[in-house]
Nanobody, 129 residues
């Protein structure tokens, strides 16, 4: 199983980035993809989930209104569109493949501290002027 994030980089405040999560080695269509970030000095934070079975979406308050999750099952790739970026969005962004949308929701919303998942290595996003 592999999950490889890409698309991170350096962007000015107010800018946008599109992160990709290319996957292989599991049944992509039957998993949810969660997006998380690790910012300096803070614990891992959930951003949202995309359910590949029925295109369900969930966003945490940190992502709602600015970030968009999506997926291309034909490419086994998930995406996280980051808009109107702020300096506090700086961090390492990771994707995770989770067996059910509801477990992804539980992890992203911090109702659960751990669920079984496949994780990528992360991609750095730096927002600065």
């Amino acid at each position: 199983v592999q999950l490889v994030e890409s698309g991170g980089g350096f962007v000015q405040p107010g800018g946008s980035l599109r992160l990709s999560c290319e996957t292989s080695g599991f049944d992509f269509g039957n998993y949810a993809i969660g997006w998380f970030r690790q910012t300096p000095g803070r614990a891992r934070e959930g951003l949202g989930c995309f359910g590949n079975r029925d295109n369900s979406t969930y966003y945490t308050d940190s992502a709602k209104g600015r970030f968009v999750v999506s997926s291309d099952s034909a490419k086994s790739t998930a995406y996280l569109q980051l808009n109107r970026l702020k300096p506090q969005d700086t961090g390492v962004y990771s994707c995770a493949a989770i067996r059910s949308f509801f477990l992804c929701f539980d992890l992203a919303s911090e109702r659960l501290g751990y669920v079984e998942a496949y994780w990528g290595q992360g991609t750095q996003v730096t927002v600065s002027s």
